[in-house]
């Protein structure tokens, strides 16, 4: 379900603006948000797992990522 919140967010953002890359920071931010809902007692961790999934939702996610 938050998968889905976020994807209808960034799309949503992306397709209002006219310089999308400038709205990366506050997608992110808002990405954390519902991720932190969705994790419920995990969501001090929400930070530490967050940025591969954030960056595959918002298509920034680098060709060579790899988790560590």
């Known amino acids: ?3 889905r919140r976020i994807l ?15 709205e990366l ?3 992110v931010q808002e990405a ?4 932190r809902v969705e994790f419920g007692a ?6 530490d797992v967050s940025n591969g999934e954030i960056a595959r939702l918002i298509g920034i ?8």
């Open 61 to 68: 996610c680098p060709i060579d990522w790899e988790p560590s």
């Open 25 to 27: 920071a506050d997608m």
């Open 32 to 35: 954390r948000e519902i991720l």
């Open 42 to 47: 995990y969501a001090a961790v929400v930070d």
């Open 8 to 22: 209808a967010r960034v799309n949503q953002r992306m397709l209002a603006s006219a310089t999308p890359w400038t």
């Open 1 to 3: 379900e938050g998968r």
